[in-house]
């Protein structure tokens, strides 16, 4: 099992990203799949959830309205569509999945909204 983040970089506020997480060694569409972020001496916090469905969402309060979490199964892919980028939001961003109940963590990418 794998997972790889991409599509991190630095933004100014107010601007927009979209993260990817390419996975291997399974099928996402069997599974839900989260978005995590850590900021700088907090701890990781959830961010928002695809189900297996593809079609249940759920997100952290201070993200609904700006981010968007879907996948393509054709390219076993999450994404997270982030728009109306804050300040707040700068972190390191993972995707999580959990298989057979043992967790999967991607190395992370890093986003930075500076102006």
């Known amino acids: 099992v794998q997972l790889v983040e991409s599509g991190g970089g630095l933004v100014q506020p107010g601007g927009s990203l979209r993260l990817s997480c390419a996975a291997s060694?399974?099928?996402?569409?069997?599974?839900?799949m989260r978005w995590y972020r850590q900021a700088p001496g907090k701890e990781r916090e959830w961010v928002a959830t695809?189900?297996?469905?593809?079609?249940?969402?759920y997100y952290k309060d201070s993200v609904k309205g700006r981010f968007t979490i879907s996948r393509d199964t054709a390219k076993n892919t999450v994404y997270l569509q982030m728009s109306s980028l804050k300040f707040d939001d700068t972190a390191v961003y993972y995707c999580?999945?959990?298989?057979?109940?043992?967790?999967?963590w991607g190395p992370g990418i890093q986003v930075t909204v500076s102006s």
């Open positions: 060694g399974f099928t996402i569409s069997s599974y839900a």
């Open positions: 999580k999945a959990v298989l057979v109940g043992s967790p999967y």
């Open positions: 695809i189900g297996s469905d593809g079609a249940t969402t």
